[in-house]
Structure formats: structure tokens, C-alpha cells
């Protein structure tokens, strides 16, 4: 009776230690649940990266697109960005203090 339930305590404790081990690997193994989620994160984040892109690419298309048929909207962007002026103007800068 004794050998009976002590070998049923073996297999108890050896069981328990393989799942345990087999628990741990899966885990923390370099494929394991904690790299997926670390990856699926990851993932996550150069979507939204892809997403704000494309966004951008849009306004930049946008823009482009504006200032190959709109006039004023190549002048203003000569004055603003490039500090052009027509000849004979007159230009006023002022200095913030």
C-alpha cells in the first residue's frame, strides 16, 4: 500500500516537473508567447507609423497638386518660404522682441 502511493507521489512530482519545464519553454523560449507579444507590439507600431505616412504622402500630393495649377498659391509660397519679392516692391520686416 505504502510503495503504491508513493510511486503515485513520483509520478505526481515528475509530471508536474515536466509540465513546469515545458511551461517555462514555451514561455520564454525565443519564439515563445512573450517574443509574440513583444512582436505583435512592434507590429502594431510601424502600422501606425505606416498610417501616419500615408497621411502625409496624401498632403504632400495634396500640395503638390496645388501648386502646379494654383498661381496664388505659388506666389505665396516664393514670399513665405524663398523670401522672393516682384520687382519694384518695397519689403518691411519686422523684428519681435
Known amino acids: 500500500m505504502k510503495k503504491i502511493k508513493i510511486n503515485k507521489k ?4 515528475i ?4 509540465l513546469s519545464i515545458i511551461l517555462v519553454y514555451i514561455v520564454f523560449n525565443e519564439s515563445g508567447v512573450l517574443s509574440y507579444y513583444s512582436i505583435k507590439s512592434d507590429i502594431q507600431d510601424i ?4 498610417d501616419s505616412s500615408k497621411t502625409r504622402i496624401d498632403n504632400l500630393n495634396a500640395e503638390i ?4 495649377t494654383n498661381n496664388f498659391k ?4 516664393a ?3 524663398y523670401h522672393l519679392k516682384k520687382p519694384g516692391e518695397k519689403v518691411f520686416k519686422i523684428k519681435v522682441k
Open 10 to 13: 513520483i509520478k505526481i512530482i
Open 65 to 68: 497638386d496645388s501648386l502646379k
Open 47 to 50: 502600422r501606425t507609423q505606416i
Open 15 to 18: 509530471f508536474a516537473a515536466v
Open 74 to 77: 505659388i506666389e505665396k509660397v
Open 79 to 81: 514670399r513665405e518660404k
